[in-house]
């Protein structure tokens, strides 16, 4: 039983298109998360949603939008895609409010663009 | 500005001995603190946490320490076994009423040598 999930698991595409990265929690969890990590190597928050409603949004370029569906799923769409885009992203979620603030991770999406 | 710093890219440990894992940061505001582990190919899996108001958390062979006036942490792995080789990511987050994100630092490659 996946706790968090994502498709595809790997996304080679030409610059200028437009892609969707999907997202499913079965935690049961309120609050879901997209980040980023780079070439670098460095893990960094690109948005959270919390029941359906946007809550961070970390001057992400306006390419990217996150669409939630209800609160299991947070999907990713990405609009002109250009070189710098190429990374791996990951959804995560958590519950909270429960003091503590555990975030659960899906296994990536890598993303390459030529 | 990289709030979360992981000043070692990469440690060697032999199998059986202590494997001693630092962060250090910089926003005093932040107040939980968690350490990941990340295979190849796979998402961050939560390892551990301590909360601003312990200076110490343990569970089996892992225990964190919190240092708050030198603004650091460490992760302690005893003994340490081959399946422990993995990137070691330090995260941190500051209670902000829903708002709460994780800023990773950019993580330490653990190698356990048989």
């Known amino acids: 039983d996946t706790a968090v999930s994502q498709t595809p698991k790997y996304l080679v595409t030409q610059m200028g298109n437009d892609k969707s990265i999907k997202c499913e929690q079965n935690?049961?969890?309120?609050?879901m998360y997209w980040y980023k990590q780079d070439s670098k190597k460095f893990l960094k928050i690109m948005f959270s949603?919390?029941?359906?409603?946007?809550?961070i949004n970390e001057t992400v370029p306006n390419r990217f939008s996150p669409k939630s569906p209800d609160k299991a799923h947070l999907n990713l769409h990405i609009n002109s895609l250009e070189l710098g885009d190429s990374a791996v992203y990951f959804c995560?979620?958590?519950?909270?409010?429960?003091?503590?603030?555990?975030?659960?991770f899906g296994p990536g999406t890598r993303l390459t663009v030529t | 500005d990289q709030q979360v710093k992981q000043n070692s890219p990469s440690l060697s440990v032999q199998e059986g001995r202590i494997s001693i894992l630092n962060c250090d940061y910089t926003?005093?505001?932040?107040?939980?603190f968690l350490w990941y582990k990340k295979y190849p190919a796979e998402g961050p899996t939560f390892l551990i946490s301590?909360?601003?108001?312990?200076d110490k958390n343990e569970d089996g062979r892992f225990t964190v320490f919190l240092n708050k006036s030198a603004k650091h942490l460490s992760l302690h792995i005893v003994p340490s076994q081959p399946g422990d080789s993995a990137v070691y990511f330090c995260?941190?987050?500051?209670?902000?009423?829903?708002?709460?994100?994780?800023?990773f630092g950019t993580g330490t490659r653990l190698t356990i040598i048989p």
């Open positions: 995560a979620s958590s519950q909270v409010g429960l003091g503590s603030y555990e975030q659960y």
């Open positions: 935690l049961g969890h309120d609050t």
């Open positions: 949603y919390n029941n359906k409603e946007l809550i």
């Open positions: 926003n005093s505001m932040f107040d939980y």
């Open positions: 301590i909360s601003s108001i312990k």
């Open positions: 995260a941190a987050s500051a209670r902000n009423f829903g708002n709460e994100k994780l800023t």
